[in-house]
């Protein structure tokens, strides 16, 4: 299938052929048909998958020209970065219409964001506080003809779920909805019943995979010797570009440390930085300025940086989940991807956690000159016996259903 049998118009098809898209990925072509159908989608998608286009263009389609003193579209993302991202996106794809966008986002002075909307937006990107406090303050959305949920499940998780219900009591009019969400729980079930009419649903991939061409490599690496294993990685194998994670802002911070003793330019985001420093580094990175970038999950996470060939993990995530997210970032819309993973003792057996949800076994590897110190046998036996503490984490964030104990193993953990 290409862009042009999908029936958009021409002013989007010029601009989709700027972006060098060749044909529509499989959400794209998916979803658009059904958008321009007028009707409600609830679609699964991971990160990486296309899924801006796939809203953006039909309702940019649908909108076709500006209309003066109406907002028809609102788009609602779980965070500034990631609202800008889409912003920025959706821009692009309007570069040849009339369109307007605005984006509402914290941060910024509620006055200056009244006078852009004012201005004139066809589309409003923002985040569900944001908006709600300028609907408070007189914005009508009364007009709106779409609502669309990027990454809802995300939303859900930060606690959005009064705020978007509120949202959807100030629509009067009828309109469409368009959900997405990377996973499934039962909170996205009941708030796609109360958001959604009669939706179609969107199915892409299955749920919980890695992108599928994205090699991935694990290499046992004492904790001691992480950093210095990094650099030579990143040194040696002269990555263009690197992301790197880590679990902690801490060691975020002194990995960047290390990394630049050895030459390599580096910079790093986290949640102690301020945000507009993080969204100065994103976007000098996706610029090339530097090779590589530090990252914690939080700080990083479904941002579109850029079709790295590289992603570490220096330290596994907390939540298992995470690593698929933290994976996404490279191998984008179909190019390939590395991803390689230090482990330490622990992490060794944090892994498995991972690739039973990836239903996927990642290989162990000895880096030459990195060696694990064999003495640590004890410590091993140790850590089989505590299990991974950020399996235990990750459980008690779920529901409180009972589950019943299933091995000794975690009864173990349960009282140490
Ligand atoms: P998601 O929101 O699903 O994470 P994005 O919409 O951010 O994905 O798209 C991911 C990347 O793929 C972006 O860099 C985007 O420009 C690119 N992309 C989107 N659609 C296509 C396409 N049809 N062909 C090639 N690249 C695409
Ligand atoms: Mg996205």
Same mark, same amino acid.
């Given at each position: 299938?290409?862009?042009?049998?999908?029936?958009? +118009?021409?002013?989007?098809?010029?601009?989709?052929?700027?972006?060098?898209?060749?044909?529509?990925?499989?959400?794209?072509?998916?979803?658009?048909?059904?958008?321009?159908?007028?009707?409600?989608?609830?679609?699964? %998608?991971?990160?990486?998958?296309?899924?801006?286009?796939?809203?953006?263009?039909?309702?940019?389609?649908?909108?076709?020209?500006?209309?003066?003193?109406?907002?028809? $579209?609102?788009? !609602?993302?779980?965070?500034?970065?990631?609202?800008?991202?889409?912003?920025?996106?959706?821009?692009?794809?309007?570069?040849?219409?009339?369109?307007?966008? %605005?984006?509402?986002?914290?941060? *910024?002075? !509620?006055?200056?964001?009244?006078?852009?909307?004012?201005?004139?937006?066809?589309?409003?990107?923002?985040?569900?506080?944001?908006?709600?406090? /300028?609907?408070?303050?007189?914005?009508?959305?009364?007009?709106?003809?779409?609502?669309?949920?990027?990454? $809802?499940?995300?939303?859900?998780?930060?606690?959005?779920?009064?705020?978007?219900?509120?949202?959807?009591?100030? @629509?009067?009019?009828?309109?469409?909805?368009?959900?997405?969400?990377?996973?499934?729980?039962?909170?996205?079930?009941?708030?796609?019943?109360?958001? !959604?009419?009669?939706? +179609?649903?969107?199915?892409?991939?299955?749920?919980?995979?890695?992108?599928?061409?994205?090699?991935?490599?694990?290499?046992?690496?004492?904790?001691?010797?992480?950093?210095?294993?990094?650099?030579? !990685?990143?040194?040696?194998?002269? @990555?263009?570009?690197?992301?790197?994670?880590?679990?902690?802002? *801490?060691?975020?911070?002194?990995?960047?440390?290390?990394?630049?003793?050895?030459?390599?330019?580096?910079?790093?985001?986290?949640?102690?930085?301020?945000?507009?420093?993080?969204?100065?580094?994103?976007?000098?990175?996706?610029?090339?300025?530097?090779?590589?970038?530090?990252?914690?999950?939080?700080?990083?996470?479904?941002?579109?940086?850029?079709?790295?060939?590289?992603?570490?993990?220096?330290?596994?995530?907390?939540?298992?989940?995470?690593?698929? /997210?933290?994976?996404?970032?490279?191998?984008?819309?179909?190019?390939?991807?590395?991803?390689?993973?230090?482990?330490?003792?622990?992490?060794?057996?944090?892994?498995?956690?991972?690739?039973?949800?990836?239903?996927?076994?990642?290989?162990?590897? +000895?880096?030459?000159?990195?060696?694990?110190?064999?003495?640590?046998?004890?410590?091993?036996?140790?850590?089989?016996?505590?299990?991974?503490?950020?399996?235990?984490?990750?459980?008690?964030?779920?529901? *409180?259903?009972?589950?019943?104990?299933?091995?000794?193993?975690?009864?173990?953990?349960?009282?140490?």
């Amino acid at each position: 299938m290409r862009f042009e049998d999908l029936g958009l +118009i021409e002013n989007l098809l010029k601009s989709v052929k700027e972006l060098g898209f060749e044909k529509p990925t499989y959400i794209q072509e998916r979803t658009i048909p059904v958008v321009l159908d007028k009707k409600d989608v609830f679609a699964t %998608a991971q990160t990486g998958t296309g899924k801006t286009a796939a809203f953006g263009l039909p309702i940019l389609h649908r909108l076709k020209k500006h209309q003066p003193n109406v907002h028809r $579209a609102l788009v !609602l993302a779980p965070t500034k970065e990631l609202a800008l991202q889409i912003s920025e996106d959706v821009h692009t794809y309007a570069k040849y219409t009339d369109l307007k966008i %605005a984006m509402i986002v914290g941060g *910024k002075d !509620l006055e200056a964001q009244r006078r852009e909307l004012k201005r004139g937006a066809d589309i409003i990107v923002a985040t569900p506080s944001k908006i709600l406090e /300028h609907i408070q303050n007189g914005l009508d959305l009364k007009d709106i003809d779409f609502f669309v949920l990027d990454e $809802a499940d995300r939303m859900l998780d930060m606690g959005f779920v009064k705020d978007i219900r509120k949202l959807n009591e100030y @629509f009067s009019k009828k309109h469409q909805t368009l959900l997405f969400s990377a996973t499934i729980s039962d909170k996205i079930r009941k708030l796609s019943k109360l958001l !959604l009419r009669r939706p +179609i649903f969107i199915e892409t991939a299955k749920k919980n995979t890695t992108v599928k061409n994205v090699s991935q490599i694990a290499y046992k690496v004492d904790e001691e010797k992480k950093a210095e294993a990094t650099a030579y !990685l990143i040194g040696s194998r002269n @990555f263009e570009q690197v992301l790197v994670f880590t679990r902690t802002k *801490k060691s975020a911070d002194a990995l960047v440390e290390v990394l630049r003793e050895y030459g390599l330019k580096a910079e790093v985001i986290h949640g102690d930085i301020q945000r507009s420093t993080r969204l100065r580094r994103i976007k000098e990175f996706k610029a090339g300025k530097f090779q590589v970038l530090v990252a914690t999950d939080i700080a990083s996470r479904g941002l579109d940086i850029a079709e790295l060939p590289c992603v570490i993990n220096y330290e596994l995530p907390a939540a298992p989940s995470d690593y698929i /997210h933290r994976v996404g970032r490279t191998g984008r819309a179909g190019r390939e991807g590395e991803a390689i993973s230090l482990l330490d003792i622990y992490e060794r057996y944090d892994i498995r956690q991972i690739e039973k949800i990836i239903e996927e076994k990642i290989p162990q590897e +000895i880096l030459e000159d990195f060696e694990p110190d064999p003495t640590r046998k004890r410590e091993e036996r140790e850590a089989v016996k505590l299990k991974s503490e950020y399996k235990n984490q990750y459980q008690k964030r779920r529901p *409180k259903k009972k589950q019943p104990a299933k091995t000794k193993k975690r009864k173990t953990t349960k009282r140490g």
